[in-house]
């Protein structure tokens, strides 16, 4: 019913950036969150940052300062911008939408996951 598709990713060096994208299609009546996540390597995937519809977000403390969660909510899409990216930075990058279906039902919707490799 709900398609998300990330973009961006890839091979960063310490200390640089990356913008990643994810947007949502398909019947979608309304979208009440929108977040991204991560899992390393061995690792539990964890929360990176939140944002809600009127725009209040919230950020793991462990990218606070470095990382901004934004949306675009005319095209059903949010954007993870990174900076100074860090080696434990290094994982796959996940969005998730809470979205109200035009059936009327609500369900958690995950992107497919894009590459986040921080090395020199």
């Known amino acids: 019913q709900v398609q998300l598709v990330e973009s961006g990713g890839g091979l960063v060096q310490p200390g640089g950036s990356v913008r990643l994208s994810c947007a949502a299609a398909?019947?979608?009546?309304?979208?009440?969150?929108m977040g991204w996540y991560r899992q390393g390597a061995g690792k539990q995937r964890e929360m990176v940052a939140l944002?809600?519809?009127?725009?209040?977000?919230n950020y793991a403390d462990s990218v606070k300062g470095r990382v901004t969660i934004s949306k675009c909510s005319s095209a059903n899409t949010v954007y993870l911008q990174m900076t100074g990216l860090k080696a434990e930075d290094t994982a796959i990058y996940y969005c998730?939408?809470?979205?109200?279906?035009?059936?009327?039902?609500?369900?958690?919707?995950w992107g497919q996951g894009t590459q986040v490799t921080v090395s020199s």
């Open positions: 398909g019947s979608i009546f309304s979208i009440y969150t």
């Open positions: 944002i809600t519809p009127e725009g209040r977000t």
């Open positions: 998730k939408f809470g979205v109200t279906v035009l059936s009327g039902g609500n369900g958690d919707y």
